[in-house]
């Protein structure tokens, strides 16, 4: 299989949620790291993601004549109350989210049970740091095609284990993202990136064929942006 060396997270934020970066700013440093696509998702509910999908679509606009970068643009659906998450994606969708992620049940925040499940049965690319997801809502990941988030931020990261084992169990895609809300939190390099799910667990032999499952997820969006 062809490795693959260029990172491609799918899971960063900017100063529309509660990054620190201006949009142009995390996508130039992303570039200086060897990115090859980042998606930029900020956190959104019902009152904003109309408001941070019409502003990060400028900044994606802006960047598009750049040959060693692709930007997508999306939104991580955060602390949405599971029976609301199905339609607010179809909302985003709408309004021209290319990655819908949602914000899984971590161990370090409150999120409500049942968002795991909610979130892959409604059909979203990315079930970001899923926590301890259970074999019911990994399997259903398995059979929609939702990947689930190994994770490089802090706190976040503390059950990429359970994630890789229960991915691996039900043949589950995987995504490798930074979640980056500050400059320390990208990807300092392809090795890196490579390694995390390694280091969780990962049977080496496997990795290219995530990266790969990744690669062919992210230049879907793309093709089908220049379809449109």
């Given at each position: 299989m062809e490795r693959l060396e260029k990172i491609i997270d799918l899971h960063s934020h900017t100063f529309f949620s509660d990054?620190?970066?201006?949009?142009?700013?995390?996508?130039?440093r992303a570039r200086k790291k060897g990115y090859g696509i980042i998606g930029l998702t900020d956190h959104a509910?019902?009152?904003?993601?109309?408001?941070?999908?019409?502003n990060l679509m400028k900044v994606r606009d802006d960047f598009s004549f750049y040959n060693d970068i692709f930007v997508l643009i999306g939104v991580e659906l955060t602390h949405v109350p599971p029976r609301k998450i199905e339609s607010l994606t179809l909302k985003c969708r709408e309004k021209g989210?290319?990655?819908?992620?949602?914000?899984?049940?971590?161990?370090?925040?409150?999120?409500?049970?049942?968002?795991?499940?909610?979130?892959?049965?409604?059909?979203?690319d990315i079930l970001a740091h899923p926590g301890f997801i259970d074999d019911?809502?990994?399997q259903k990941a398995s059979e929609n095609?939702?990947?689930?988030?190994?994770?490089y931020r802090k706190g976040h990261s503390?059950?990429?284990?359970?994630?890789?084992?229960?991915?691996q169990k039900h043949n589950a895609l995987i995504s490798i993202d930074?979640?980056?809300?500050?400059?320390?939190?990208?990807?300092?390099?392809?090795?890196?990136?490579?390694?995390?799910?390694?280091?969780?667990?990962?049977?080496e032999s496997k990795i290219d064929f995530y990266l790969q499952k990744i690669r062919e997820l992210a230049l879907?969006?793309?093709q089908k942006r220049t379809l449109s």
């Open positions: 990054g620190e970066l201006l949009p142009s700013e995390l996508i130039q509910d019902y009152s904003n993601y109309e408001f941070i999908l019409e989210a290319e990655i819908v992620v949602v914000h899984g049940e971590t161990i370090v925040e409150p999120v409500e049970k049942g968002t795991n499940e909610a979130a892959v049965k409604s059909g979203v019911q809502t990994a095609g939702v990947f689930l988030e190994i994770s503390l059950t990429n284990g359970h994630v890789v084992k229960m991915a930074s979640d980056a809300h500050s400059p320390s939190d990208i990807f300092p390099d392809f090795q890196t990136y490579r390694s995390i799910p390694i280091a969780a667990g990962l049977d879907k969006k793309i």
